[in-house]
């Protein structure tokens, strides 16, 4: 439902938001500071005052406001506090009758405020929690006019009622909503003091025991949090004792505060967007990224993971096991082209962050390239997909797409770079790049080579192909440091990297693909007798050692020692959360830019790291 908070209906006298009409509606006066200018907003000037009959009449068709009621809760709460509690003498409040039918059917309410919230501090609040700045343009919601705001005030008080009445239950919501997702402030303190209740016990010793709240102790945790003028006075508390709730219908009731919740924000967003969109000499190029900004955020607010019973999980899992010893190979998942490799990580798979690193010009994006091409000849193997063409999007921050295809190109006829550039080629080399061009176009490779991208460009333009073709299955970004973060001036390089970080394992949740990101190395490794990468040589590798799923290093010694063979390279594994470590020695066609394994048998170059080669999990 809507909860409508009128506008002024005279610019020269401001007025308190208007009931709708009706005989059972209670009277209210207006009282008006005439010393005020009549430009400044409603919630500047004027608080609603509800008469003595409006109270009585509160009184007879709220159950919630029986004075025998009121009563017994003052007794039971006598005596549990650390000081008398404020009490609202009622003098100011805004209030609202009961209105239509609610969202999907559910009866509800309007925002019930008798505990003394003025509309000056609704519109403080709501512009403060539903957007970055408080600033009313940016916020979305016009300070002189906030009408037609969607919220589910009755589901908001059967949630904390529920919880009130049963602690176990509040665990049944507590990762579905945010104190910020309830329009009646004084819902939104409690709730917050709940979940930091809750947080408490279950990081204590008595996490064991059995959990519940009291009015008493979630008042005490508002008092604690300086928040008791907001609250407006214990019986905000008291009241849901006596609201109706129900285990069985919370999770309900949440989602229906939590819808309201994003439609608000939908028109905030909406309305940020056009004030952006209207500014004078405005770049459409940055109105375009906000708007790709805040509909991804909307998207990843409303999206929210559920649980998977291990009974829907094991058909795929085991349907895969079987298939790999009837086709008797190790590789589960899409094959990375190098049958040593994959015979220690089984493939590439699915949702994984995958971080291939090394220092310039040792040929991590060549390696990066002969991937995406082996990985573009393959079918699916399995899944809704199986037998269709496997896509790549690869993501150039360096290079242009021309120098990418070059070495494609090269990669896939035999035809040395240098001689693709300079036309230095016979008919044969001809004949051998036309037959590469016709199998490079039936590949699915998509290339984005605008530089400076954004997580949220990523992002963004990585579901668009997704949506577009059916699903993408490798994802490349070449390189990491080359993005940029949403949080400009305001983050150190370690905090946007680590957003980066996140932002790409995400994404590979998200579009059940692969995601590999190749990452440059500290040059502080160069001063060490033994050159051969190791962990902690990534550049700001906190967050990228946390969120990799696998971390491959590409080394050439030659690169340090003229002496040594000049095609001899190695791929490290540093990490494996799903399997084992090792060294994969590999020859390097420079000219071609290709990778290609030795004929080093398995045994010899993989290092196990662990017992039966497995590193840590």
């Known amino acids: 439902m809507l909860c409508t908070l009128n506008a002024m209906t005279d610019p020269k006298t401001p007025t308190a938001p208007d009931l709708p009409d009706s005989t059972d509606s209670p009277a209210v006066s207006v009282e008006v500071d005439e010393s005020v200018s009549a430009d400044e907003s409603v919630g500047e000037v004027a608080v609603a005052k509800v ?27 006598e005596g549990q506090f650390d000081e008398a509690p404020p009490i609202d003498d009622g003098d100011y409040s805004f209030s609202t009758q009961e209105q239509g039918e609610g969202v999907e059917g559910v009866s509800d309410v309007g925002v019930d405020f008798d505990a003394g919230i003025d509309v000056e501090s609704l519109v403080r609040e709501l512009e403060s929690t539903s957007s ?31 919880a009130l009445s049963d602690g176990d239950a509040f665990a049944l919501v507590a990762d579905k909503l945010k104190g910020e997702d309830f329009f009646d402030i004084r819902n939104r303190l ?33 008092k604690r949090a300086g928040e008791l003028i907001k609250l407006g006075g214990y019986d905000a508390i008291t009241r849901l004792v006596l609201s109706p709730g129900s285990v069985q219908t919370i999770e309900h009731h949440a989602k229906l505060v939590r819808g309201q919740a994003q439609v608000r924000r939908i028109i905030q967003a909406a309305a940020q967007i056009q004030g952006k969109a209207s500014e004078m000499a405005v770049d459409p190029d940055s109105v375009f990224m906000m708007v790709q900004q805040q509909l991804n955020e909307l998207v990843n607010d409303a999206v929210q993971a559920d649980y998977k019973k291990i009974a829907d999980v094991l058909p795929e899992v ?113 004949i051998a790049m036309d037959r590469a061009a016709m199998e490079l176009e039936r590949c699915e490779i998509f290339i984005d080579d605008t530089p400076g991208a954004t997580t949220v460009d990523v992002r963004a333009r990585a579901t668009r192909v997704a949506q577009r073709t059916g699903g993408v299955d490798l994802l490349v970004i070449d390189y990491l440091q080359l993005m940029r973060g949403t949080g400009g001036n305001r983050q150190s390089r370690q905090e946007e990297v680590a957003e980066i970080s996140r932002s790409l394992k995400g994404l590979a949740k998200e579009l059940d693909c692969t995601v590999m990101a190749l990452s440059q190395l500290n040059r502080q490794l160069e001063s060490r007798a033994d050159k051969r990468p190791m962990m902690s040589d990534l ?11 696998m971390i491959m290093f590409v080394y050439r010694e030659n690169r340090y020692n003229s002496s040594a063979p000049e095609t001899a390279a190695e791929l490290i594994i540093g990490k494996h959360r799903a399997g084992g470590l090792g060294t994969i020695n590999m020859h ?16 010899d170059d993989h290092q196990g790291g662990g017992s039966g080669g497995f590193g840590p999990l």
């Open 588 to 603: 390097f066609d420079g000219p071609l830019t290709r990778f290609t394994e030795t004929t080093v048998q398995f045994g």
């Open 132 to 162: 970055p700045s408080a600033d009313s343009k940016a916020s979305g919601y016009d300070s002189d006019e906030l009408s037609q705001v969607p919220c589910a005030p009755r589901s908001e008080r059967s949630v904390l009622a529920t």
């Open 190 to 222: 409690i709730f917050d003091a709940m979940l930091r209740l809750w947080q408490a016990h279950s990081q204590s010793q008595n996490a064991h025991r059995p959990f519940g709240f009291d009015a008493a102790s979630v008042y005490n945790e508002i």
């Open 318 to 430: 085991t349907r895969r096991a079987k298939l790999a010893r009837l086709e008797g190979k190790s590789t589960v998942g899409i094959s990375y082209g190098y049958s040593r490799l994959d015979k220690i990580t089984s493939g590439m798979h699915r949702t994984n962050l995958l971080i291939l690193a090394a220092r310039p010009a040792m040929g991590k994006t060549a390696l990066a390239l002969n991937m995406t091409l082996k990985v573009a000849q393959q079918s699916v193997p399995t899944g809704e997909r199986a037998g269709q063409p496997c896509r790549v999007m690869f993501f150039s921050l360096e290079m242009g797409a021309d120098e990418l295809v070059q070495r494609l190109l090269a990669l896939q006829s035999g035809v040395k770079i240098q001689d693709l550039r300079e036309g230095n080629f016979d008919d044969t080399d001809q």
């Open 51 to 77: 008469d003595a009959g409006a109270e009585e009449q509160d009184e007879a068709t709220d159950p919630a406001a029986d004075p025998a009621a009121d009563q017994l809760a003052d007794e039971t709460l």
């Open 539 to 549: 550049r700001e590798s906190g967050a990228i050692e946390q969120d990799a799923d």
